[in-house]
């Protein structure tokens, strides 16, 4: 419903609210830096995952000024199963999150934390202060 608002128009600012919880589906992900843009001051987001091993090529262009500035913790609910585009989501708050502190995956029964852990480390950009968590 918001995605679809957002192409009419674009989302008021909540420039008050710390704490997101959204439920994210593989659709949505090419309008998630878009929503971000309006929660400035977000320090706290929980993200609910859909099933993301078949969507279409996602890049995100932009980086939301939460991202910024404020957004120290990210969870995300839902087994990551280590998809590319799953992992290209992470890999997004990793690099761009300049304030990141924690950040939650809780993985499913065919993902390892070593395997995950490996991929995420080839990439040099990925912040080196985040501390990365798994959940079980």
């Known amino acids: 419903f918001i995605c679809r608002y957002m192409q009419a128009e674009p989302l008021p600012q909540f420039v008050n609210m710390s704490r997101l919880h959204v439920n994210l589906s593989a659709s949505d992900l090419k309008w ?21 091993r078949n969507p ?21 609910k839902g087994l990551f199963q280590g998809c590319a585009a799953e ?15 924690k950040l939650t995956l809780c993985l499913d029964s065919s993902s390892t934390k070593d395997d995950i852990l490996k991929n995420f480390s080839k990439s040099k950009e990925v912040l080196p202060n985040v501390k990365s968590f798994f959940s079980d």
């Open 32 to 52: 998630f830096p878009n929503f971000l843009e309006s929660f400035p001051n977000l320090k706290s987001l929980i993200v609910c995952s859909d099933d993301y």
């Open 56 to 76: 279409t090529e996602i890049s995100f262009p932009s980086v939301p000024e939460c991202m910024l500035s404020s957004l120290e913790f990210v969870d995300f």
């Open 87 to 101: 992992m290209n989501l992470v890999r997004y708050f990793l690099i761009n999150s300049v304030v990141l502190e």
